[in-house]
């Protein structure tokens, strides 16, 4: 129940063999580099500096041409198969070979010039699409726009858009105002527009008072483009002539990029994976320090692998020292988890938390039978488990799912199996589909002879299994840490903190049980006297920090109040009966809904049907999500709070984890950049 050993070994190594050195540990996965105390670094820390940049730039290139390609290439077929880990096999030394910087490099600056004249293309059509929203209002106008941008010596001319309310009248003051000699024009109001358009064309002499007329009257001018020459019609022909030869260059673009697409795509995860492997590397060798000739680095690694390390350098022995070395002063080591087979599954549940503090408790396998009971008791659905139970099976057959996704699936796996058990149990098939429908009536008997209880007509029963378990788990917490205290020495934290609230619980719940009637009698005298006793232990110990004798005692009686605490953890418990009870009232719902619509003429039998598909697959998914939740908030909050320190950090080893391929189990190969 404890985490791995960990040791720290410092390595030696002539930098003439430091490439293939790192390269063999980091192929074995055990090694978590740290950096090397020293007052000077020297000169491989620039060159392995410049190298990281240039790993960096390739990575940063490969995540573009991966963006743009994958945009411009149909859906990969199994690409659920690639998030569940069915992965290609490769050799990574191949794939070093198989690796030509320059010409990813130029199918990188091919798809970049693409993208731009594509942004360019879009920009410019983006461009001609608003010109023609604003050509649309002024088709009616008479005169080619030349005469609107500058005028001539003589004759000035504006367009604009007025209120429409103010159009008529603003037209019959320009016509007095100039006796006639300017030619206004109103053109026809656009459906829904509260403005009409009008175009004025004058003598330059009498420019100044139309302008005040106009803006008097709310004259908005409108700007012609400098661009814009001839008839709106004219104008109009020309842009969409423009717009139809940047219609096909954007065709001809996106053609290129779907023939360029998939080799940039393919190259461009190469190159994530290998530039990856290669970053970690380069980052773990700057952690060291270097002589004229010597790197010397530093790593944690489990100390049941000494033997491994050795032997993945063994080629290179009389170039490299390799020692184990005490840690420095304040020194944490990481914490690595290795649980036995049923329960490593388990292990991101509680690195989601928090990773156990070195040299403590891995809660991990204390914490998996409950997590694994409350689990089925909150799904609580025979039917459910056995849709789940089919589905994880069916994907497990059909693809090899590796890493944390495979603990996840089996996680789930274990749930489900859980959630049948509870389910046979408490008469739960899909809610109460045996009972509700005629044809599933051969089957009652073997449904009733399993169940045991149903929470729907007896939640009371349901409930005293949920308190009891979760009762029964606050103790052992309380357990945990008492044996925790015990291994460090700490007797009074053991026997007086743990011990004196162990005895006080157990008392009281034995006497209160016993007072019911739901013990016999003869427990209630034992309950009593353990209770006392734990609260006289708890009165003495719990203030003995405190000066005084006045604050020892006013302590040690305010702890006492702590039950409140306990009784607050021991009712959370109740969620397993409601999350129980909930997905089990989905279901006959879902149930009670198909027997209302059957006897409807023609349709009914199908829509029976497919409420009962759509709404018990809806019941299955909301359900497995809570009983995931409220599981783990049983673990996170009621349970770990009793012993658990997870200030800890989690063992990060250089590792060979490229993402789009599955690493054939050979040599490390040869790294080239």
């Not at 720290?8 to 580099?33: D, H, I, N």
């Not at 491989?44 to 743009?68: H, N, P, T």
């Not at 003598?203 to 908005?220: K, N, P, Q, V, Y």
């Not at 009281?508 to 016999?520: A, E, I, S």
Request: contains cysteine; proline residues 5%; hydrophobic residues 50%.
């Amino acid at each position: 129940m404890s985490v791995v050993e960990m040791s720290k070994y410092r390595l030696a190594v002539r930098k003439a063999v430091l490439e293939p050195v790192s390269e063999a540990l980091q192929a074995t996965g055990l090694c978590e580099f740290c950096d090397v105390a020293a007052e000077r670094a020297g000169t491989l820390k620039a060159e392995l500096e410049s190298r990281l940049r240039r790993a960096e730039d390739l990575l940063s290139e490969a995540r573009f041409v991966q963006r743009f390609a994958a945009a411009h290439v149909p859906p990969a077929k199994g690409g659920l198969a690639r998030l569940l880990g069915d992965l290609p096999e490769a050799d990574l030394e191949a794939m070093w070979k198989g690796f030509d910087t320059e010409r990813f490099s130029a199918a990188a600056e091919g798809l970049r010039a693409i993208e731009r004249r594509l942004a360019e293309t879009r920009s410019d059509l983006t461009r001609i699409a608003a010109a023609k929203a604003m050509l649309a209002p002024l088709f009616a106008v008479a005169y080619p726009f030349e005469m609107f941008h500058t005028g001539t010596d003589l004759v000035f001319a504006q367009v604009g858009a007025v209120p429409a309310a103010a159009a008529e009248g603003l037209n019959a003051e320009l016509a007095a105002a100039t006796q006639g000699r300017a030619e206004v024009r109103v053109l026809p109001q656009i459906e829904g527009e509260p403005t009409r358009q009008m175009t004025v064309v004058a003598l330059r002499a009498d420019e100044s008072g139309i302008r005040e007329a106009c803006d008097a009257a709310g004259f908005a001018r409108i700007e012609i483009p400098r661009d814009w020459q001839g008839l709106p019609a004219d104008e109009d022909a020309r842009l969409d002539a423009r717009a139809a030869d940047l219609s096909k260059a954007e065709s001809d673009l996106l053609a290129r990029a779907a023939a360029a697409a998939p080799e940039g795509l393919a190259m461009a995860e190469r190159v994530i994976d290998l530039q990856s492997i290669l970053k970690d590397r380069l980052e773990a060798m700057g952690h060291g320090v270097d002589t004229e000739q010597v790197h010397i680095l530093a790593f944690w690694a489990p100390a049941a692998a000494a033997e491994t390390l050795k032997t993945a350098v063994a080629p290179w022995a009389a170039s490299l020292d390799l020692a184990e070395v005490g840690p420095e002063e304040d020194e944490v080591p990481p914490t690595l988890l290795a649980n036995p087979g049923p329960f490593a599954p388990y292990e991101p549940l509680t690195l989601m938390y928090g990773a156990p503090t070195y040299g403590t408790v891995d809660p991990t396998s204390l914490m998996a039978p409950f997590f694994f009971v409350f689990f089925g008791m909150c799904l609580g659905d025979a039917g459910y488990g056995l849709i789940i139970t089919a589905a994880l099976l069916a994907v497990s057959f059909r693809h090899k799912i590796r890493g944390e996704a495979r603990k996840f699936f089996l996680i789930l796996l274990g749930g489900s199996i859980a959630t049948i058990v509870v389910g046979a149990l408490t008469g739960s098939f899909m809610g109460d589909m045996i009972e509700s429908f005629a044809f599933l009536a051969p089957i009652r008997g073997i449904k009733r002879a399993i169940q045991v209880t149903d929470p729907m007509r007896d939640p009371m029963t349901y409930l005293a299994v949920s308190l009891a378990l979760g009762f029964f788990q606050l103790m052992f917490g309380l357990f945990i840490a008492m044996r925790a205290c015990l291994k460090r020495g700490d007797y009074m934290g053991a026997f007086a903190d743990k011990g004196g609230w162990i005895l006080f619980l157990i008392g009281l719940v034995v006497f209160g049980l016993g007072k019911g009637g739901m013990l016999p009698a003869a427990a209630v005298a034992p309950g009593g006297i353990a209770a006392a006793a734990g609260a006289l232990i708890l009165f003495l110990t719990q203030g003995r920090e405190k000066p005084g004798l006045f604050g020892k005692a006013l302590s040690g009686l305010l702890s006492l109040y702590g039950v409140t605490s306990y009784l607050g953890d021991t009712l959370s418990y109740s969620r397993l009966l409601a999350l129980g009870m909930s997905s089990a009232a989905i279901g006959m719902i879902v149930n009670l809904l198909c027997n209302l619509v059957w006897d409807v003429p023609y349709v009914g039998a199908a829509i029976a049907v497919v409420i009962f598909v759509v709404g018990q697959l809806f019941s299955v998914a909301v359900s497995i999500l809570g009983a995931f939740i409220h599981s783990l908030r049983l673990q996170y909050v009621e349970f770990f709070s009793k012993f658990y320190e997870g200030n800890g950090r989690a063992f990060e080893p250089l590792s060979l984890n490229p993402q789009y391929v599955r690493l054939a189990p050979r040599g490390t190969g040869a790294a080239k950049d």
